[in-house]
C-alpha cells in the first residue's frame, strides 16, 4: 500500500474535516476524497463517516488508524536512520516522553547525568499526558517515557518494558503568604474551605478520591489549560491545588508548599519498547532512579 495514502488518511482523521486536510496537504478536496476511496477499497470496509460536524474514523477506521500511526513512524524512523547513515551521524536520536511536572525538572536533570556519562548525544524531550506518552512508546515514536499510574492508570501491553522509579508523594502548592505556607504537614479537612484549582483529570481525581476518605469534598471551582495556568492561578491567590512532589524543586517563586497528612501518592514508572529498544534508554532509567532518589519524595 501506498503510504502517501497512509498520510493523507491521518490527516484526515486528526483535522476532521476532508477539505482541512486537502488544505493541509495542498491537495484538492477531491484528490483527497479519491485516495480514501481507494484506501477503503483496498481494505474492502469504509474507514471514516460523516456527522455534522465533518468527518470521523468509523469503528474499523480507528483499529486500522493505530495501527497506521505505528507503522508511519517506524517508516519515518527508517529514513532518518539511512540519512543519518548517509550524513555520517553516528548516534541515534533518544526521543524521551514525560508529563509536565516530570519535564519541569526531574528529567532534564536526568538527562545532563547522562551526557555527563556518555558525552554529546541527540535527544529530544516531548511532554504529555501518561496515557499518551504510553500508546506513542507502544507507536515508536518515543524511546522512553516516563510516566505515572495516575488516574485513569496504565494499560498493560506485552510490547513495553515498564520499570519502577518510586512514589511520589503529592503535595499543596499556596501563594506565598497564605496562612499555612509553612506549616506542618495538615490534614485535608483543615483545607476543605478552600477554592481548588485543577489541569488534569488525574490530579482531580487523587484529589476528590482523598478529600471523600476523610469525609470532605474539594470544591474545585477554576480549570487551568495547563501546569502553568494552574500554577498562575495559585500564585495570584485565586485557589490552591495538588501538585505531584517531584515539581516542588521547580517551582516558581511566588508560590509555596504544604504536605497533606497521608497524601495521595502515585508510582512513577519508565516504559520503554521491547522490540528495538534505544541504546541509551537503560542508562537514562538508572539516572533518572538516582535523580528521583536524591529528591528524597519515596
Not at 484506501?39 to 497506521?68: C, K, N, S
Not at 485565586?238 to 497521608?262: E, F, K, N, Q, Y
Request: glycine share 8%; aromatic share 2%; hydrophobic share 45%.
Amino acid at each position: 500500500m501506498d503510504l502517501t495514502v497512509w498520510r493523507t488518511f491521518m490527516a484526515v482523521c486528526r483535522l476532521g474535516s476532508l477539505s482541512a486536510a486537502a488544505a493541509e496537504l495542498h491537495h484538492t478536496q477531491s484528490a483527497v476524497s479519491r485516495q480514501i476511496a481507494g484506501l477503503e477499497r483496498q481494505l474492502g470496509v469504509p474507514l471514516i463517516e460523516r456527522h455534522a460536524r465533518g468527518v470521523r474514523p468509523t469503528p474499523a477506521g480507528e483499529v486500522f488508524r493505530g495501527h497506521a500511526l505505528a507503522t508511519l513512524n517506524e517508516a519515518d524512523r527508517a529514513v532518518r536512520a539511512v540519512r543519518d547513515v548517509r550524513d555520517g551521524v553516528a548516534d541515534r536520536l533518544l526521543a524521551i516522553g514525560a508529563p509536565p511536572s516530570l519535564a519541569a525538572g526531574l528529567v532534564p536533570e536526568a538527562v545532563r547525568s547522562l551526557l555527563e556519562l556518555t558525552g554529546p548525544a541527540r535527544w529530544s524531550l516531548r511532554p504529555g499526558l501518561s496515557a499518551h506518552l504510553h500508546h506513542r512508546v507502544i507507536s515508536g515514536d518515543l524511546d522512553i517515557a516516563v510516566v505515572t499510574d495516575a488516574p485513569p492508570g496504565l494499560p498493560h501491553d506485552p510490547r513495553v518494558d515498564r520499570r519502577f522509579l518510586g512514589l511520589d508523594h503529592m503535595v499543596v502548592v499556596l501563594p506565598v503568604g497564605h496562612a499555612r505556607a509553612g506549616a506542618a504537614p495538615v490534614r485535608i479537612q483543615a483545607l476543605a474551605d478552600q477554592t481548588w484549582v485543577e489541569d488534569n483529570d488525574g490530579s482531580a481525581a487523587l484529589l476528590r478520591r482523598h478529600a471523600a476518605r476523610a469525609g470532605v469534598a474539594a470544591r474545585i471551582d477554576l480549570a487551568a489549560a495547563d501546569l502553568p495556568g494552574k500554577l498562575a492561578l495559585v500564585a495570584t491567590g485565586h485557589a490552591i491545588a495538588l501538585i505531584p512532589g517531584v515539581l516542588t524543586c521547580a517551582l516558581r517563586s511566588d508560590v509555596t508548599t504544604v504536605s497533606l497528612v497521608d497524601p495521595p501518592t502515585r508510582d512513577i514508572y519508565t516504559v520503554t519498547p521491547r522490540r528495538d529498544p534505544h541504546p541509551s534508554a537503560a542508562l537514562l532509567h538508572d539516572r533518572l532512579a538516582a535523580a528521583f532518589g536524591a529528591l528524597g519524595t519515596s
